[in-house]
């Protein structure tokens, strides 16, 4: 599931750089993905938004087996 993960922010990755952000995955376990927010999106008052409505809305598209995603 780690590599369907990876491949799926890999399509991501030019939206938040576009941005000066990025993501990095940290863990997948049991159908929780953690990742961190870095860059322009750590410490952006709508990272919360991009995180649910961005990143885990493409994520659960892209591998169905995907319950949450969390940032830490």
Do not use: H, W, Y
Not at 2 to 16: F, G, Q, S, Y
Not at 29 to 46: I, S
Request: net charge negative.
């Amino acid at each position: 599931m780690r590599e369907k993960v990876e491949a799926a922010l890999a399509k991501i990755r030019p939206t938040l750089q576009a941005d000066g952000g990025n993501v990095e995955l940290v863990d997948v376990t049991d159908g929780v993905v953690k990742v961190r927010l870095t860059g322009a999106c750590a410490g952006c008052p709508m990272s919360t938004m991009t995180l649910k409505s961005g990143v885990e809305r493409i994520l659960k598209e892209e591998v169905p087996e995907i319950k949450e995603v969390q940032a830490l």
